[in-house]
């Protein structure tokens, strides 16, 4: 009896196991294109700003649900940010013992939503769709400072910013240092005319 | 000729000073709401259209035309004032469908200002038509508006500051000073007089009656300066009539101002309190020069009390206005960066910067000549600072002519946010749970920004997890992307993450925290509870009209979680209070906890509908009325 609810109990596990691996397919951006499924998203999400990441791409046949093989070579990504203020070309690979799903690494260094774009062809057709992170489809690059504990670490983006924005201000500190100068010195010259 | 030179540098100033203040007060009733709404699609061809603006339009001169794609009009022709506060109607010849445009015209009942506008809603399933590519706007004002104006405030500066000088500072001896005493408020009286009939003149036909009755008063105050010159009546009673009646127009022109029309007292008092100080000081300054300075030589401890006591006037106003001047821009300016990415702050700007040069000036004078007694370091002073002051004057004037970058809309929430060298401004109609129209603006400086390659709106609750919803607006305006939708279902606080693509730039974005609350304008929202539910409930259209079909609305809490997958339905039981056996509509689910319940057609009437949560036990009552 205790071996049957043991069976029982580990057979509940893995259907429960199998309920939350379709989890974090909720979060991808599920398109039929032709007689094909794409299913894109990222591969870890939530994802965040300065953590390795990776375009998770699957490809079925609609109809069977079969897997589309071998699409590392005729499929081309690019990871865009915002209205193409940046474009990043991205190797697709296949992952290791899952047919039909890619993957290309990238490590998202901004906050914000970013767009896949998918290019080639699959089988004689030919693709050409963008994937942008958004509600009901996959998640934005988000930032570290929620999950952060005890100390908040700033972003390498964050950090660059500061840095911009204290050169900017060194900058004006230097202009204003320079025309106090000249004003010192201005005001020094009729003293040294009357000597 | 000097002497005439002088003259015309002491009326230049004040001519410029007049010209400086009136258009701080310039009134325009802008565009708040309508039925139908900017952007509804109707099922059936409306009666009547019906728009409420920001300040009291005049019917007289304001104008609804309802117009379709091929510009036939369809209004019957009439404009009157409708029953809501500011409002506007006009009735409809029968209309098909299609797309119309309603093209509106107000003119201020405040002072005169017109304004026009356009809206669109379409009747049927067809498209909306394309607004006219133009953005509310105000005509520029007529010459003759602006010289009356400036004459009329010449009238009130001149008035009020020379005869404030000839009380407390030095008044007349002899007759050519009384001579020339005489002819400064001759002058202010005309141009008082004059000023307000030209503005009568301006107006023409369109002349609201409010404006009608402070422009009489404001003529009859510059007849009553006129009048005080009469022989018999001594110096001292004629420069207190010159006083009341020169308040008198300065009151006039704070009740024709933008800040009357809004029924700000605050900013009403800022306004009367600027347009005296810069009067005592400018109109001070010209008796100065016009009465004092250039009919004699002065000298001595005489010419150092008189200066002193001058200075302590002027300063005085000076301090009165840059106060009320700094509060002012309070109100008008919405960021700081306005200062330098707006026309209307860059001539702030400069209206301060030569503002300082003239006190720099002024303090020579109250510091140096004066104590020294130098008349002609005086004179030569005070011209430079007249001069000085017409270029303030000047920068003034530009700056009330412009529009402030703060504009009345009326809206239940208007926030501007400065992103990346840009102006975001999100606009939200009303506070309710209700379907409601969502505005952003975005602006490069005063520039719109079109053509975005996507605006969108996401939506998440901070008190309950509703998920996150987004919303993706259309350009319906240059630098105006809109959408409408209720995301904001519930009472709470929402943030609502704005993000605009530009092409070949990063997303801009900004959050934004709305509160939704019973407050809101649209009173048909409700919440309800049931045995173990919390309901809010809300009609779209958030006025529901006879004949047309409404969609109810209704969250679902259950202990203050989104109650998922329940089977929600709701029954009309009672009409005008009186129970009647009506259909039950089975509500559709369209997100976590949200449900919508299609109900077709119904007449005018109060109407009370018992939405069920699953069991018979789980009933509340929504009561809601349909007009006609």
């Known amino acids: 009896m205790t071996r049957i609810l043991s069976i029982a109990a580990a057979i509940a596990v893995v259907v429960a196991s199998l309920g939350i691996s379709t989890n974090p397919a909720a979060a991808h951006d599920r398109r039929a294109i032709g007689p094909y499924t794409f299913v894109v998203g990222w591969i870890v999400e939530p994802a965040y700003v300065g953590q390795i990441n990776a375009l998770d791409l699957t490809v079925t046949e609609t109809a069977s649900t079969k897997a589309v093989e071998g699409l590392e070579k005729t499929l081309r990504a690019d990871l865009i940010v915002g209205g193409g203020a940046a474009t990043m070309p991205l190797t697709i690979a296949t992952r290791f013992g899952l047919p039909g799903k890619y993957q290309a690494q990238v490590i998202p260094t901004k906050v914000g939503d970013y767009t896949f774009r998918i290019t080639g062809t699959v089988n004689t057709m030919a693709i050409d769709e963008r994937f942008e992170s958004g509600p009901g489809r996959f998640g934005a690059i988000e930032d570290q400072a929620a999950l952060q504990f005890p100390d908040h670490v700033p972003s390498n983006s964050d950090l660059a910013a500061r840095l911009d924005d204290t050169n900017t201000k060194l900058g004006i500190a230097i202009t204003l240092a320079a025309v106090a100068l000249l004003i010192s010195i201005a005001a020094l010259v009729p003293t040294l005319r009357r000597r | ?628």
């Open chain 2, 1 to 628: 000729m000097t002497r005439f030179v002088r003259l015309a540098c002491a009326a230049a100033l004040a001519v410029a000073g007049a010209t400086a203040v009136p258009a701080t007060a310039s009134a325009h009733a802008n565009y708040v709401r309508s039925n139908p709404a900017a952007d509804a699609r109707l099922v059936k061809a409306p009666a009547e259209v019906r728009a409420s603006f920001t300040e009291p339009p005049d019917p007289k001169g304001s104008e609804l035309q309802v117009l379709d794609t091929q510009g036939t009009r369809w209004d019957q022709g009439r404009t009157t004032a409708s029953d809501e506060p500011n409002g506007l109607k006009v009735a409809l010849k029968p209309m098909g469908d299609g797309g119309y445009t309603v093209a509106w015209t107000t003119v201020s009942a405040v002072d005169g200002h017109e304004t026009k506008g356009s809206f669109a809603f379409v009747i049927g399933s067809g498209p909306l038509p394309a607004l006219p590519d133009v953005p509310n706007a105000s005509p520029a004002p007529s010459a003759l508006e602006v010289a009356g104006r400036a004459l009329s405030y010449v009238g009130i500066a001149l008035a009020l500051g020379g005869a404030l000088f000839g009380l407390i500072v030095h008044a007349a001896e002899g007759p050519v000073e009384e001579r020339r005493e005489r002819q400064l408020l001759a002058l202010a009286g005309g141009a008082m007089a004059i000023g307000s009939a030209a503005l009568v003149l301006a107006e023409g036909d369109r002349l609201p009656p409010r404006l009608e009755l402070l422009l009489s008063l404001r003529l009859l105050a510059g007849l009553a300066i006129i009048a005080a010159l009469a022989p018999r009546l001594a110096a001292r009673p004629r420069r207190y009539a010159a006083i009341a009646a020169a308040l008198t127009g300065a009151l006039t022109a704070t009740l024709v101002s933008h800040a009357a029309a809004l029924g700000n007292g605050k900013d009403m008092t800022l306004d009367l309190v600027h347009v005296v100080s810069i009067s005592a000081w400018t109109g001070g300054l010209s008796a100065l020069l016009w009465v004092y300075l250039l009919p004699r030589d002065r000298s001595g401890p005489p010419l150092r009390a008189t200066v002193w006591r001058f200075s302590l006037v002027a300063l005085t106003s000076v301090v009165l206005l840059v106060s009320a001047g700094v509060l002012q821009a309070f109100d008008r300016l919405v960021l700081l960066q306005d200062l330098v990415e707006t026309p209307y702050g860059i001539a702030l700007l400069a209206k301060i910067a030569l503002l300082v040069v003239v006190l720099v000036i002024a303090s020579f004078n109250l510091l140096r000549y004066g104590p020294r007694a130098e008349r002609r370091a005086l004179v030569r002073g005070t011209m430079v600072e007249s001069a000085l002051l017409a270029g303030v004057f000047v920068a003034a004037g530009v700056l009330t002519a412009l529009a402030p970058p703060a504009q009345p809309t009326g809206a239940a929430f208007d926030e501007t946010r400065h992103v990346a060298g840009y102006r975001v401004e999100l606009i939200i109609p009303t506070a309710s749970p209700a379907r409601t129209r969502f505005v952003l603006r975005v602006h490069q400086g005063l520039t719109p920004v079109t053509n975005a390659e996507k605006v969108a709106l996401r939506f998440t609750m901070i008190e309950h997890d509703m998920g996150e919803t987004e919303l993706v607006a259309g350009e319906r305006a240059p630098g105006e992307y809109v959408v409408t939708g209720s995301p904001t279902a519930m009472y709470g606080t929402w943030k609502v993450q704005a993000i605009i693509r530009l092409a070949g730039k990063e997303d801009l974005t900004t959050l934004f925290t709305v509160p939704v609350s019973p407050n809101g304008t649209t009173a048909s929202a409700a919440a309800l509870t049931t045995r173990s539910f919390a309901l809010v409930v809300f009609p779209d259209p958030s006025a529901p009209v006879a004949g047309a079909p409404i969609e109810l609305s209704v969250v679902v809490l259950e202990n203050g979680n989104a109650a998922a997958g329940k089977v929600v339905t709701g029954s009309i039981v009672a009409k005008d209070g009186q129970p009647i056996g009506g259909d039950t509509f089975t509500a559709s689910e369209q997100g976590s906890g949200r449900y919508r319940i299609d109900v077709p057609a119904l007449g005018a009437g109060r109407w009370t509908m018992r939405v069920q949560i699953g069991s018979p036990a789980e009933t509340a009552d929504y009561i809601f009325t349909v007009t006609p």
